[in-house]
């Protein structure tokens, strides 16, 4: 049980009282960012759904929770309905695959259209589940989508089913999140209004560069830490560290001498993209991590004084993934493009604790 305390109307003091159980099954699970997160905020996180096998292993190792090899198309809300318990608070959570709804979806000609239908799919387990809390994360121009009004029509099947929907995007350093990322998060319940927990940070107190990784030790392209098998780097070749090495603090590949430019930024159409080769900064929020945030030329994704991009470890704990988190049964063979993907495809698991609260104390409130 979850401990909460409770107002005594009668003596105006407060009592100890207990939330019922709240379970979750989790689409799109991943490698368990949002499991995880809700997981250390007191929810008890039954399962995860995810087409990628590679991802069980990290999933299981952190969340405690089985991890299902599944296509979503081919899941059925009877499979999920038998895991939860008889008198446990129901929460069906997932983040579709946001890559079609992405800003880059919208220049890419080659989309795949079969990503589209993945959140209809999450509204027809909603239906056949009949959870009694729903919450959903995705990129926020999934809005504003123009081909289908995928959104849309998903808080329509919520609300046809009796849910009271909410949604909002999210600044995620205004909720300890160490990076500029926005997120659109979707809360919805049978038992009355929810809404997403108050901001816990304003800017003047967001978590930094410096406060999050500023500590490690320092690291050459193409190294690996000895004491940290995760704090490794991609290697950059000659021309790249000549560009590394005259991209100055804060800095990008306008600062760069006209011998070092790329042909693509000398084009019109290059200059729009003002980020790749840059730095970080020390004493802000880092950029949104991304698939790709361990490679210069993918964004401001340079350290802020070494001649490198970050580490994995760097990425992980930019993306609030505890030092303890495993991702690999061997850490000594780690893959930095495979470990790429998975932390910029999970959900911070600080925006999973964020959830999980405002979870719990909307049950406070409407028990």
């Keep these: 049980m979850v401990k909460s305390t409770h107002t005594d109307t009668k003596t105006g003091g407060k009592r100890r009282g207990r939330l019922p159980r709240i379970e979750v099954v989790d689409l799109f699970c991943g490698i368990g960012g949002l499991s995880y997160g809700m997981k250390s905020h007191g929810l008890h996180v039954l399962e995860g759904f995810d087409l990628d096998w590679t991802c069980q292993y990290a999933y299981e190792a952190n969340t405690d929770a089985s991890f299902i090899f599944k296509d979503i198309r081919e899941v059925t809300g009877k499979e999920i309905r038998s895991k939860y318990h008889k008198n446990a608070i129901k929460v069906l959570a997932g983040c579709a695959p946001c890559q079609p709804f992405s800003s880059y979806a919208f220049k890419n000609k080659n989309k795949d259209s079969n990503k589209y239908d993945l959140l209809y799919e999450f509204g027809r387990l909603v239906r056949e589940v009949q959870p009694d809390i729903v919450t959903m994360e995705n990129v926020p121009s999934i809005a504003s989508f123009k081909l289908k009004n995928v959104l849309g029509d998903f808080v329509n099947t919520l609300k046809n089913e009796g849910f009271t929907v909410k949604y909002q995007v999210v600044f995620c350093p205004d909720y300890g999140v160490p990076q500029t990322r926005k997120r ?77 430019l790329l042909e693509c930024h000398k084009k019109e159409g290059g200059k729009s993209f003002g980020s790749v080769y840059g730095r970080m900064v020390w004493d802000e929020p880092s950029p949104t991590i991304t698939t790709q945030c361990t490679g210069i030329g993918n ?21 609030t993934f505890p030092l303890e988190y495993k991702f690999f049964p061997n850490e000594e063979e780690v893959s930095i493009t495979k470990a790429s993907r998975y932390i910029g495809n999970a959900v911070p698991p600080r925006l999973g604790e964020v959830i999980a609260d405002s979870i719990k104390e909307h049950i406070r409130t409407h028990r």
Excluded at 204 to 227: D, N, S, W
Excluded at 302 to 319: D, F, K, T
């Design 184 to 260: 659109l998060v979707l809360l919805a319940s049978k038992l009355g209004d929810i809404e997403l927990s108050k901001p816990t940070h304003k800017k003047g107190t967001y978590e930094t560069v410096r406060k999050v990784i500023g500590h490690l030790p320092e690291l050459k392209a193409g190294e690996a830490c000895k004491t940290d098998a995760l704090h490794r780097c991609a290697a950059i070749g000659e021309l790249n560290m000549q560009r590394m090495q005259a991209t100055p603090y804060g800095g990008g590949w306008k600062d760069w001498p006209e011998e070092l």
């Design 299 to 319: 964004g401001r994704f340079g350290h802020p004084v070494q001649n490198r991009a970050i580490s994995i470890r760097e990425a992980a704990l930019l993306q």
